[in-house]
């Protein structure tokens, strides 16, 4: 008589084709990965560009109501909250408070500025001036 053979309850793997499995998911873990996590510092220099993008607007229309940009020691923080000495403020020209960059920190805004009438950047990933790709500013200019 032939018997069939019944798969015996609890029989699973074996290591070596966890092993197997194991590897596999990690190349393609390794390939995968650093080309993700590249194309999110590229979109936070994105969001970075259309952020300075806004200000720049927001800035121009005060600079439409009132004749001038707003100070250095106004900062930016004049197009949502009126300076005492602004009669022809017609704000608030932000919709909501200033924006920190993607990586958290506050834009750089100098008036009068070394590049134009003024100058609006951010550090970019590292915080500090100047640097190579995340870590580049990104300026207004």
Not at 40 to 50: H, Q
Not at 61 to 69: K, N, P, V
């Amino acid at each position: 008589m032939n018997r069939c053979r019944r798969p015996r309850p609890g029989r699973g793997f074996t290591l070596l084709e966890l092993l197997v499995v194991m590897v596999i998911i990690g190349l393609l873990a390794g390939y995968v990965g650093p080309r993700f996590f590249g194309q999110i510092g590229k979109s936070e220099v994105k969001v970075a560009r259309a952020q300075l993008d806004a200000l720049q607007k927001a800035l121009d229309q005060y600079r439409i109501d009132t004749g001038h940009y707003p100070s250095a020691e106004q900062g930016l923080q004049a197009l949502r909250e009126k300076p005492m000495d602004e009669a022809r403020w017609a704000g608030p020209y932000l919709a909501k408070a200033v924006p920190k960059d993607p990586w958290g920190q506050a834009y750089q805004y100098k008036a009068p500025g070394d590049h134009g009438e003024y100058d609006l950047l951010s550090f970019g990933h590292d915080g500090r001036p100047g640097g190579e790709g995340e870590d580049a500013d990104i300026t207004s200019w």
